[in-house]
């Protein structure tokens, strides 16, 4: 049976439900969504969930605040990932909770796992070849080997480096020596791990950067 089809606002409300989860793991409360979508009134947030119920795109359990499940998704579609946003590769920034678009890679280049976009602002990255304006394809997971390039979370801040480890310490090491490691394992921000870089996307048409 063929789905009906949905309106502008439905289709970016869906799609920034389904960003959000795979960013986080769970699903967003209504006042979440609310924000994302630069709606004012929690009613219209509902109204809009309500349509995309009735039209088979999720299922929702009454009286629980995160309880939305994704019946039938957008993205990824045929190896399509959300971007979520942008991340700092200078200094951590706080990320953009908000779904600026898909990147359509092909899912051979995927593989397995739930994967996102993030936009990369600054330089601290540039010896490992991520340039501003980059887009990195994360698959998402909460562990990762010293050596690999991570996204990471401090607090509520992202950023992209390479995770290193000497003795029994973690830390975030960038590829310009401009830029200090910053402690993983004693950090006050309580970090953790979000995912693993394991791809690059840039636009070849988008001028040079200054």
Do not use: C, W
Not at 6 to 25: M, S
Not at 184 to 202: D, E, Q
Request: glycine residues 10%.
């Amino acid at each position: 049976m063929s789905l009906l089809a949905l309106t502008p606002r439905q289709e970016r409300l869906l799609l920034t439900i389904e960003a959000l989860i795979a960013r986080r793991g769970y699903a967003p409360t209504l006042q979440e969504l609310a924000s994302a979508m630069g709606i004012s009134s929690l009613q219209g947030v509902k109204d809009h969930l309500i349509a995309l119920e009735k039209k088979g795109y999720l299922r929702r359990t009454p009286g629980k605040r995160r309880a939305i499940e994704i019946v039938h998704h957008l993205v990824p579609v045929d190896g399509s990932v959300p971007i979520l946003g942008r991340v700092a590769a200078g200094h951590p920034m706080l990320a953009v909770e908000h779904l600026e678009g898909t990147l359509s890679l092909g899912p051979a280049l995927l593989g397995s796992g739930t994967h996102f976009a993030l936009r990369v602002q600054g330089d601290s990255m540039m010896g490992a070849g991520i340039k501003d304006g980059d887009y990195v394809v994360v698959r998402q997971q909460d562990a990762a080997t010293p050596g690999e390039i991570i996204v990471a979370l401090l607090g509520d801040e992202v950023t992209v480096k390479r995770l290193r480890k000497k003795g029994k310490a973690l830390f975030l090491e960038a590829a310009n020596a401009a830029y200090a490691p910053i402690p993983f394992t004693s950090h006050a921000a309580a970090p953790r791990i979000v995912g693993k870089v394991i791809g690059l996307y840039r636009d070849l048409h988008t001028p040079p950067q200054d």
